[in-house]
């Protein structure tokens, strides 16, 4: 079966670092993508990774390891508005969004 | 960046009724969009995925004749809950794509409540 894994909640300091990671394992792989999705509202978009290495895109980074079936998103000097749930989510074979749960981060003054 | 609007944003319904939700992007053509729903602290769950002038393709486990979507044109795609229950009271997400399968456009969501 198809299963992504990722973190229910995680708690970190405003200004802070914190790396929520995702492990995966599907049937074929075409990509990786992270969504940012406040309560209620639709998923944006934040990063998609294909190769294996780091993208960072201002204070946000996403890494890959495809051998591993593994990917981190990291968050740099965390603001209070970061408070959200992250997804992570892997296009396999069939060009389908397979989707993790989500990992509900709580930011904290 | 692409748009995609949804309407309505809430819904508050009667049991056994219908209701229909509207998906529209707004500055691009969609050759595909997808229906997902999701419940309160859950992910997101594919329900169909409807390519323009064809019939919408169903995961497994929903039920075509109780959630139907039409996809008649580039731009809009509307979802139709016939005979709606509570248990399908839920956040309803519609996301578009111009063909590109490694980009979709998610709308800003349904709240759907059946009493």
């Known amino acids: 079966g198809q299963n992504i894994d990722q973190p229910t909640e995680m708690t970190a300091t405003e200004g802070a670092i914190v790396q929520i990671n995702c492990t995966y394992q599907?049937?074929?792989?075409?990509?990786l993508f992270w969504y940012q999705q406040h309560a209620g509202e639709a998923p944006t978009f934040l990063s998609y990774?294909?190769l294996d290495g780091l993208e960072e895109k201002g204070r946000f980074s996403s890494f890959l390891s495809r051998s591993k079936g593994y990917s981190y998103l990291l968050l740099k000097e965390l603001q209070m508005k970061d408070s959200a749930s992250y997804l992570c989510a892997v296009l396999d074979s069939n060009y389908q969004l397979i989707w993790g749960a989500g990992t509900k981060l709580i930011i904290k003054p | 960046g692409a748009v995609v609007s949804q309407h309505p944003s809430r819904v508050i319904c009667k049991s056994g009724t219908s209701v229909k939700i509207e998906c529209r992007s707004l500055d691009f053509q969609a050759t595909t969009m997808f229906w997902y729903r999701q419940f309160p602290k859950k992910s997101l769950m594919l329900m169909a995925t409807s390519n323009e002038g064809s019939k919408a393709t169903y995961e497994q486990g929903v039920e075509k004749d109780k959630f139907l979507i039409n996809h008649a044109s580039l731009t809009l795609s509307t979802l139709t809950v016939t005979s709606a229950h509570p248990e399908d009271s839920s956040f309803y997400i519609c996301?578009?794509?111009?063909?590109?399968?490694?980009?979709?456009?998610f709308g800003p969501g349904t709240r759907l409540t059946v009493t």
């Open positions: 599907t049937s074929g792989f075409n990509g």
């Open positions: 990774n294909v």
């Open positions: 996301s578009a794509s111009d063909g590109d399968v490694h980009e979709q456009y």
